[in-house]
């Protein structure tokens, strides 16, 4: 198995196991190690108020695409900080793309961007930033 696969491998286990991401819909588009693209379409459940979508799915969406981008070089690693800008409003219908971009990378920490797309039009919608640590744990896959 190559990188690639292994990567591939990873996040396919997290994702059986977290039934959240598998709730919003999330599909994993590509993945390799430090690298993520996730997709989902937004539904009328995951509205606000205003009969825009919740400011927690783009977050949602992007730490998932966080972890997974994260996870994906082998060893288990869980997040420390994170933040969100919410540029534009997303309505039902809209599928969002989250792309992440490795910004450093140490022995235990690294820190990454993901930006938050409509792909009806290529716009921004949130830009995240978080860091993760890893830890001594190697992904065991079975």
Known sequence: ??????????????????PFSRWMGIQVEKVEPGYCLLSLKVNA???????????????????????????????????VETSISHLRPVAEGDVLLAES?????????ARYAIAVTRQ?????????????FHSDVPWNLH
């Open 1 to 18: 198995m190559n990188e690639t696969e292994r990567a591939r491998a990873i996040v396919d286990e997290m994702m059986r196991n977290d």
């Open 45 to 79: 459940l995951m509205l606000n108020g205003f009969a825009k979508a919740h400011g927690g799915i783009s977050y949602s969406l992007a730490d998932s695409c966080l972890a997974f981008a994260a996870n994906a070089f082998g060893i288990q690693c869980m997040s």
């Open 101 to 109: 971009s490795l910004l450093d990378k140490s022995t235990r920490l």
């Open 120 to 132: 009806q039009d290529a716009k921004a919608v949130a830009h995240f930033k978080g860091t993760v």
